[in-house]
């Protein structure tokens, strides 16, 4: 990843704006962080959670000193919804990359892991985008990035796997979001990453250290790798065959 959330989210608040009509209810409430505010709805969602989501908007810097923002947090069924009145469509896959991977933070870091379609609407609440996020599994810890392991890995083997990556220097140089996942053939390693040229021209290299990785930790059984977007569908993926020559 190239940028900070926070980066990115100060980045696209830009173009963020604050309703002109609010909408209440009996049982809506508001808190008030910086100069931002965030609507939830208390038949729905505890005061506990919203200070939580807020401390966390504020964290990266959607909530601030210098800028009017608003958001509304709801939970009319097992899935959370926060508003965010926003003034522009995600009109490049960039930047709809950009607000998964905000909806990723918000989710895990403000709420749990639970899933969450963060909607952008206009200054009325009117919806006009949806991002959602489903969790991509158990999050492990692993200096500035999100690690995670899917219910079909071992919390030993995930541990193990991360702990190698820790002192490999694999998380060094910024954050990345990355995945272990096991299946019948094998374990997959999924990784977000750009789908540039720049990319596809180091197969050669991923091939080496997914061998590499393969024998020290995995003994030597079949290891895949995947490149994926955010929500970690693939768009390159590297099988064990093409490097099992090697061992």
């Known amino acids: 990843m190239k940028s900070s959330v ?19 209810c009996d ?10 505010e965030l609507f ?42 926060l508003q965010i009145v926003h003034a522009a469509e995600p009109s490049t896959k960039a930047t709809r990359d950009e607000w998964n991977e905000i909806a990723l933070a918000v989710s895990e870091d403000g709420l749990g892991g639970a899933p969450l379609d963060l909607i952008l609407t206009d200054t009325t609440w009117a919806p006009f985008n949806t991002v959602s996020y489903r969790s991509l599994g158990t999050l492990l810890p692993a200096k500035e990035s999100r690690y995670f392991y899917a219910p079909s890995v071992s919390s030993e083997m995930a541990t193990k796997f991360r702990d190698f990556l820790i002192t490999d220097g694999f998380f060094d140089g910024g954050e990345k979001i990355v995945r272990l996942e096991k299946n019948p053939s094998g374990y997959t390693f999924e990784m977000y990453a750009d789908s540039t040229e720049a990319n596809m ?10 061998s590499d990785w393969s024998k020290k930790v995995f003994g030597g059984g079949p290891l895949t790798l995947e490149l994926c977007d955010v929500q970690m569908h693939p ?12 061992k």
Do not use: C, W
């Open 6 to 24: 926070k980066t990115r989210m100060l980045l696209l608040l830009l173009v963020t704006l604050a309703p002109v009509i609010l909408m209440s």
């Open 27 to 36: 049982h809506e409430e508001r808190l008030a962080f910086k100069k931002g």
């Open 201 to 210: 021209n180091k197969k050669d290299a991923f091939q080496l250290e997914m």
């Open 40 to 81: 939830y709805d208390k038949k729905q969602v505890t005061e506990a959670t919203a200070k939580k989501l807020g401390d966390k908007m504020t964290a990266i810097g959607f909530f601030s000193d210098t800028k009017v923002s608003s958001e509304k947090l709801l939970k009319p069924d097992s899935v959370y919804q």
């Open 235 to 246: 768009f390159l993926t590297i099988p064990p065959s093409s490097y099992r020559a090697s």
